[in-house]
Antibody
């Protein structure tokens, strides 16, 4: 059973960089066949795809966030990470890491989510 | 504003059948990309409910079914139960957006 767990600060100051890490257990990021993804949900709102990464390092980002987002992978630690720069209050959301099956892009495993609040 | 349009809310009495629509266009559902559905219970992460338009993952009751036709997809829930009260999201891919997949705006199901 694959499990994903987000970790990182729950509070980030405006203009700083939000950094989160997702640790994957029960399966290897390097096994192929999947993208590793970040998805967020603003309070009381719907789901927004931030982007995803393949174990080789290929990335796909939401065009609306592309200029501020970096997703990276560390196969040795079976982890992948999110960096979102120049955050504002509009980036306050629950951030989920997730596994995305190729090629049909179904999200078959989700982390529990972590709330990140942007506030001074 | 998502490229996949869902009704904001639907409701039904226990035992009834409800459907949730997901309307797209020729660059997403109509282009043949798969549609997946997720159920999000209050305070929890979304859970895969239907994949590949009409397939149920192991453990999902057969009261839940999915279909796709043209530029739209639908989720049907029969024999509605109180525990089905949740938010439901459709998801697909849009070739015009040059990014990852897209989610519908979500539908709140209320069991009366």
């Amino acid at each position: 059973q694959v499990q994903l767990q987000e970790s990182g600060p729950g509070l980030v100051k405006p203009s700083q960089t939000l950094s989160l890490t997702c640790t994957v257990s029960g399966g290897s990021i390097s096994s192929g066949g999947y993208y590793w993804s970040w998805i967020r949900q603003h309070p009381g709102k719907g789901l927004e795809w931030i982007g995803y990464i393949y174990y080789s390092g290929s990335t796909y980002y939401n065009p609306s966030l592309k200029s501020r987002v970096t997703i990276s992978v560390d196969t040795s630690k079976n982890q992948f990470s999110l960096k979102l720069s120049s955050v504002t209050a509009a980036d306050t959301a629950v951030y989920y890491c997730a596994r995305v099956a190729r090629p049909n892009l179904m999200v078959d495993y989700w982390g529990q989510g972590t709330l990140v609040t942007v506030s001074s | 504003q998502s490229v996949l349009t869902q009704p904001p809310s639907v409701s039904g009495a226990p035992g009834q059948r409800v459907t949730i629509s997901c309307t797209g266009s020729s660059s997403n559902i109509g282009a043949g990309y798969d549609v997946h559905w997720y159920q999000q219970l209050p305070g929890t992460a979304p859970k895969l409910l239907i994949y590949g338009n009409s397939n149920r993952p192991s453990g999902v009751p057969d009261r839940f079914s999915g279909s796709k036709s043209g530029t739209s997809a639908s989720l049907a829930i029969t024999g509605l139960q109180a525990e089905d009260e949740a938010d439901y999201y459709c998801q697909s891919y849009d070739s015009s957006l040059s990014g990852p997949g897209v989610f519908g705006g979500g539908t709140k199901l209320t069991v009366l």
